[in-house]
């Protein structure tokens, strides 16, 4: 592969998934499920994503906005500039607790633990 590859947000596929607006951004040009990849998950003013789990461990970076995030059970809150992991088969949601602001969040997930301690 040579040059730049560059997904440019206007351009992007959005659709709605577990409650939120997602982008898929890896791996490029495919829109379903995958093994690994990264999109960009965006919850609406007062919204509350769908509480759900699946085989992938998902990582997440708050990238704007003020929310909660639910993990089987246990409730924090998050705001920009927090990561959090969720493992696999955790439960897992995430409530905007603004009315004016998106909650923004990157998303990165794959099958094995990224950045397990050894």
């Known amino acids: 592969m040579s040059g730049i ?10 659709h709605e998934e577990y409650g939120c607006a997602f982008r898929r951004i890896l791996p490029w040009q495919h ?12 919850v609406a003013p007062g919204g ?3 509480p759900h789990s699946h ?17 089987d059970g246990v409730r924090t ?3 920009p500039g927090d990561a ?9 949601h995430f409530t905007n607790l603004s009315a004016t602001d998106e909650l923004e ?4 997930w794959s099958l ?3 950045g397990a301690n050894r």
């Open 55 to 71: 085989e992938d461990h998902e990582h997440f970076y708050v990238v704007r906005g003020h929310g909660l995030v639910e993990v």
């Open 5 to 14: 590859q560059i997904q440019r947000q206007a351009e992007a596929v959005v």
């Open 31 to 42: 829109t379903g499920p995958s093994d690994t990849g990264m999109g960009v998950c965006t």
């Open 77 to 79: 809150e998050i705001g």
């Open 105 to 108: 969040m990157v998303s990165v």
């Open 84 to 92: 959090l992991v969720v493992a696999s088969q955790q439960t897992h």
């Open 112 to 114: 094995g633990p990224f």
């Open 48 to 50: 509350v994503t769908t």
